[in-house]
T-cell receptor, first 110, second 114 residues
Framework: EDKVVQSPLSLVVHEGDTVTLNCSYEVTNFRSLLWYKQEKKAPTFLFMLTSSGIEKKSGRLSSILDKKEHFSILNITATQTGDSAVYLCAVETSGSRLTFGEGTQLTVNP | DADVTQTPRNRITKTGKRIMLECSQTKGHDRMYWYRQDPGLGLRLIYYSFDVKDINKGEISDGYSVSRQAQAKFSLSLESAIPNQTALYFC?????????????FGPGTRLTVL
């Protein structure tokens, strides 16, 4: 059974802090790993990672994948209150199926 | 206009009732998915469809059925709703032809079964 585990499950920081969210996985037929941000309702896509060691970056967010060790991290620097959300990690396997982790609830206080 | 729409957005029903949740998309994607989200459990795949004649079970299909009426429409039915089907339900679409095979989510339907 495919499994994706995220840690921590919740995190409270102050504006300006840097945070690192973790995602580890045990799946068969790995194809890609995706990060989503979920604020109020629907998740919105952040990154897709397919190769080890190549950092994807978008503004203050960045992510990297280690396929050998089966994990990924999502970094957010200089956090803002608007970064408060649930961050979801998902792994794509054959057949374009996504298995999601439980999510990390990030709260950024002013 | 939203690319992926779901109706209804909220629904309260009683145990034993039949419920249909509808999903429509204007993205032109072939692939459509239904997920449920429960606190602490992330999103779990119920059913998915890669084209009009293709239906596949996900990890938690028991108690649910689906219908892919057209490329743009994918409906989820609960034949006899039970309280543990209370959850937030998301429809999603994807297109394998794009460089990033990402899934685009609808706004969700909050279903409460009393």
């Amino acid at each position: 059974e495919d499994k994706v585990v995220q840690s921590p499950l919740s995190l409270v920081v102050h504006e300006g802090d840097t945070v690192t969210l973790n995602c580890s996985y045990e799946v068969t037929n790995f194809r890609s790993l995706l990060w989503y941000k979920q604020e109020k309702k629907a998740p919105t896509f952040l990154f897709m990672l397919t190769s080890s060691g190549i950092e994807k970056k978008s503004g203050r967010l960045s992510s990297i994948l280690d396929k050998k060790e089966h994990f990924s991290i999502l970094n957010i620097t200089a956090t803002q209150t608007g970064d408060s959300a649930v961050y979801l990690c998902a792994v794509e396997t054959s057949g374009s199926r996504l298995t999601f982790g439980e999510g990390t609830q990030l709260t950024v206080n002013p | 206009d939203a690319d992926v729409t779901q109706t209804p957005r909220n629904r309260i029903t009683k145990t034993g009732k039949r419920i249909m949740l509808e999903c429509s998309q204007t993205k032109g994607h072939d692939r459509m998915y239904w997920y449920r989200q429960d606190p602490g459990l992330g999103l779990r795949l119920i059913y998915y469809s890669f084209d009009v004649k293709d239906i596949n079970k996900g990890e938690i299909s028991d108690g649910y059925s689906v219908s892919r009426q057209a490329q743009a429409k994918f409906s989820l039915s609960l034949e006899s709703a039970i309280p543990n089907q209370t959850a937030l339900y998301f429809c999603a679409t994807s297109d394998p032809g794009t460089p990033a095979n990402t899934q685009y989510f609808g706004p969700g339907t909050r279903l409460t079964v009393l």
